[in-house]
């Protein structure tokens, strides 16, 4: 009976871990429904800050928190954009980085799928739904306003 038990119960931790990812909600925001697939960028904002303004024009645009996890997935037309972010990332381990009235400006591409993430006061943006290194287009650092650190595989500051 006890063999049994050992068997079963990984099996159980397992399913239940991976049903708990399952369970992080991403919430759909379409800046303008009317457009088609190729005249917008859409990018999955896998972070719990919140976008208060979209190219000078103020929205509320906030992840849900489950677990201290949330996402949205944006369509936004494609272009040079400007968002202004707003709350905290970290963790009570490692602390908080605090963003007030933030800008991040970054150029998306039109029919292009983006993964953009945020790390403390770092943002990492990807190409498709993937946060693998080989997709990764860009790491910016927020600490002193947005600066490259790294561009599509090579350190561009020091």
Same mark, same amino acid.
């Given at each position: 009976?006890?063999? &049994? ?5 990984? =099996? ?13 909600? +991403? ?19 896998? +972070? ?10 103020? =929205? ?14 944006? &369509?936004?037309?494609?272009?040079? +954009?400007?968002? =202004? ?8 381990? %490692?602390?908080?980085?605090? *963003? ?11 029919? &292009?799928?983006?993964?953009? *993430? =945020?790390?403390?006061?770092?943002? *990492? ?5 993937? %946060?693998? +290194? ?25």
């Amino acid at each position: 009976m006890k063999k &049994k038990i050992f068997l079963v119960l990984p =099996v159980f931790i397992f399913l239940l871990i991976i049903g708990s990812c399952a369970g992080i909600a +991403t919430i759909p925001i379409a800046f303008d429904e009317s457009l088609p697939e190729n005249e917008y960028a859409l990018i999955h904002w896998n +972070t719990i800050l919140k976008i208060s303004e979209y190219n000078d024009i103020a =929205v509320n645009w906030e992840p849900p928190e489950a677990m201290g996890f949330g996402g949205l997935e944006l &369509k936004i037309p494609g272009g040079n +954009t400007r968002f =202004v972010l707003n709350g905290r990332v970290g963790t009570v381990n %490692m602390g908080y980085t605090i *963003y007030r009235d933030i800008p991040f400006v970054f150029n998306f591409e039109n029919g &292009k799928e983006y993964t953009l *993430y =945020v790390n403390q006061s770092l943002i *990492y943006i990807y190409y498709g739904k993937s %946060m693998s +290194t080989k997709n990764q287009i860009v790491i910016y650092g927020m600490s002193n306003g947005q600066t490259a650190l790294y561009e599509y595989g090579k350190k561009v500051s020091k």
